[in-house]
């Protein structure tokens, strides 16, 4: 029987159709249906060393001590060593399931998340990778993962899919959420985890949604911004203030936690795929090539557009502040720097 194929990050290949719907719809607008059969194939296939590797699209990226580690479509991980100048592929992926999401909890300790709801763990900052955890019975993919340290983890997807760890990923205990506030099941989908390095974790969700734990990821709590749209994207500052965005350049922020919330003015009507804090400044890449930038914690951006209009999927940060984008497709220069190449 065919199972309908739940894409990853179903938003980006929706909008890049011609139209802005949820995660739900997306298999309606070109996401091709896999059996049993293929998405088994994939999931045991291991990833091809592929000459052009850096042009696969690119769905997350994380640090692993100085290592950049960008993943993406065909189960594809991305490894550099030079800020990003150069990138070749990680030895061993056991998946070509397409990743969706990295995170390391110290300098060697990796997980990536994605379709199948697979989870792989690197213990060598990327270079090799094993299958921790997958789930081919039911099709629903993991959009999102964090670390605190080596040990402590959680991972997020579609449909409040929502699991935790506490032994570095040998076990993932699934955690139910609680009925959201106006009721109704707790099914929304869960974009983007990220926390404030003191404890607290969130999760940028959908219809406006912001989850928060104070324990881990055990327990949460829903937290409103008032916004009826989708949010893709969160990062919490140095000083403690809390950014989200998501949907036609929406960008929320909160100064105590998340208790409430302002409308931020973007300055763009093209979606926000990832904020993050780069030194004194807030950057944001989006659909449409659009690049924001704030020097005032995000009480105001400034924005700007490639001339090609690539859509960018995920941004990354050197030592000296200097940016890497990427993209559905792959590495693309940053804005004052030139392109990547990858080796095989």
Known sequence: MPRRKAPALAWLLAVLVGGICGVGCASAVGAEALTEQQAQALLLSPAQIRPYAADEMVLG?????????????????????????TFRQAKTVPTRLTLTAVAFGDASNGWAVGHGGVILHSTDAGETWRLQRSD????????TVHFSDARHGV????WSLLLVTADGGDTWTPIKLPPP???GKADRNLFALFG????????????GTVLRSDD?????TYLSTGYNGSLWTGCVLGDGTLLVGGLRGTIYRSRDGGRHWQPVDSGTRSSITQL??????????GLDGVQLQSRDGGASFGATQR?????????????????????????VAGPAGAGATAKP
């Open 196 to 207: 404030d390095g003191k404890g607290a974790l969130f999760i940028a969700a959908e219809r």
């Open 61 to 85: 990226v994380a640090r692993a001590g100085r290592r950049t580690v960008a993943v993406g479509d065909h189960g594809v991980i991305l490894l550099s060593d030079d800020e990003g100048r």
């Open 216 to 220: 881990g990821g055990t327990t949460w």
């Open 181 to 183: 506030p106006e009721g």
């Open 307 to 331: 001339e090609d209009g690539l859509s960018l999927t995920a941004l990354s940060a050197g030592d000296a502040g200097r940016i890497r984008l990427y993209s559905k497709r792959g590495v």
């Open 155 to 158: 991972a997020a997807g579609l």
């Open 136 to 143: 081919m019975a039911v099709d629903q993919p993991l959009f």
């Open 276 to 285: 993050a804090q780069v030194g004194e400044r807030v950057v944001a890449v």
